[in-house]
């Protein structure tokens, strides 16, 4: 039992050390890839694009990220032109995100590149090896979902 639970705290910081290096893997890559665009604009807009549309809320809450943070992000993209707000159609009170063309294109000029990237560093992994990959990736993010915001 002791080597059971020596050989699972082992795993948790081989996982905590190389999500770590994965984070800044990604933070690197994108200043790369759109340099006036932080990793979490980035991502907020990826997002937004995703989903067709949020509201500025529905970001803070799926990234357990403050409000005032996601604000502060949102101007900023807003400032560059990647989004805009538009009222809900069933509540003109509430302010939906959409991404501008602008926006979509910022995507799209980065998307090939990320995709050429992950090809490159998986290539040698089986199909097999990718889905179970992308699962435990899925079942990971979702078990934090309902966190609320730091």
Same mark, same amino acid.
């Given at each position: 039992m002791a080597d059971a639970h020596r050989g699972r705290e082992e795993s948790l910081d081989v996982i905590q050390r190389e999500l770590t290096a994965f984070a800044r893997r990604a933070r690197s890559t994108a200043a790369r890839l759109h340099p006036d665009l932080p990793?979490?604009?980035?991502? !907020?807009l990826a997002h937004?694009?995703?989903r067709?549309?949020?509201?500025a809320t529905d970001l803070a809450a799926h990234y357990m990220?403050?409000?005032s943070t996601v604000s502060r992000q949102v101007a900023a993209l807003e400032n560059l032109g990647l989004v805009e707000r538009h009222p809900d159609p069933d509540d003109q009170r509430i302010q939906v995100l959409h991404p501008t063309t602008a926006g979509v294109q910022a995507l799209a000029s980065t998307q090939a590149s990320r995709r050429a990237a992950y090809r490159e560093r998986l290539g040698a992994w089986t199909s097999e090896d990718l889905e179970q990959f992308a699962e435990? !990736?899925?079942?990971?993010n979702s078990a934090g979902e309902d966190t609320s915001p730091r």
């Amino acid at each position: 039992m002791a080597d059971a639970h020596r050989g699972r705290e082992e795993s948790l910081d081989v996982i905590q050390r190389e999500l770590t290096a994965f984070a800044r893997r990604a933070r690197s890559t994108a200043a790369r890839l759109h340099p006036d665009l932080p990793l979490v604009s980035y991502t !907020l807009l990826a997002h937004i694009e995703h989903r067709h549309g949020c509201r500025a809320t529905d970001l803070a809450a799926h990234y357990m990220l403050d409000k005032s943070t996601v604000s502060r992000q949102v101007a900023a993209l807003e400032n560059l032109g990647l989004v805009e707000r538009h009222p809900d159609p069933d509540d003109q009170r509430i302010q939906v995100l959409h991404p501008t063309t602008a926006g979509v294109q910022a995507l799209a000029s980065t998307q090939a590149s990320r995709r050429a990237a992950y090809r490159e560093r998986l290539g040698a992994w089986t199909s097999e090896d990718l889905e179970q990959f992308a699962e435990y !990736l899925l079942r990971y993010n979702s078990a934090g979902e309902d966190t609320s915001p730091r």
